[in-house]
């Protein structure tokens, strides 16, 4: 198998895991020193380092449905044991609370092979926002 | 001189060439095929393709001072001809209609070594979202 199959079959199994909202899975794609950058604040967190899952299992549950995310014109590329995989995520759901998701976002994420296996060492997931004076989140673009 | 020393010296040419609004000097550390996921919408533009200045031009003309980022917590990683980048960038400055930005956001990249110069291929910089039903970008956040 390439590299590049295996990191897709990663993010596969990471698709999965939110699907199933499955906090131990979700985090066993993480290396221990993972920075996060994610759609919610604050800024930057390292939830590889702790394995605190509370934070995720809080999250997914507050989902009444499973969350689906496709990944669209990923990109992936591989140099030694470093790779680089961007590319825009469409995740849709309902939360517990009636709303209804369906938002497209950016994914970037740094990988590393770590004792023979690849694992996420860093993830940066965005919408842009509007310079338009709301500075509100761009969360309604489609590709 | 070691590679990160040269993806840390094109990252201060890149703030430098910010700081002078110089849309040439900007353009000029990215690969031809820059996928670049940037503050504002849209989701992805492709920049390095066209060598298009025009929207840069337009958006270093809103600002009346110097733009001001630097750099904190930054990562560089390599592995033969892949490296990637990622840290809290801290931008500040005034605009024509008189609003003072100061803001951090998360910056990611990747980069190649292309004709033995390290290019930027991939950028991706955003702030966070409030998932409190606001939808506000989170522009305020300090690290």
Do not use: C, N
């Amino acid at each position: 198998m390439t590299d590049a199959e295996q990191i897709r079959d990663l993010l596969q199994a990471r698709a999965d895991a939110l699907h199933a909202r499955d906090p131990l899975a979700s985090v066993a794609v993480l290396a221990d020193d993972v920075v996060s950058y994610d759609l919610a604040p604050p800024l930057a967190h390292a939830i590889g380092r702790t394995r605190d899952r509370s934070g995720l299992e809080q999250w997914y549950a507050t989902w009444a449905t499973p969350i689906v995310s496709e990944a669209s014109d990923q990109h992936i590329e591989v140099s030694g044991d470093l790779a680089l995989a961007y590319g825009l995520v469409h995740m849709t759901g309902a939360k517990t609370d009636g709303e209804v998701v369906d938002i497209w976002f950016r994914s970037t994420l740094g990988l590393r092979r770590i004792e023979g296996a690849w694992k996420i060492v860093h993830e940066h997931a965005s919408t842009p926002f509007y310079m338009d004076g709301s500075y509100r989140a761009a969360t309604d673009l489609r590709p």
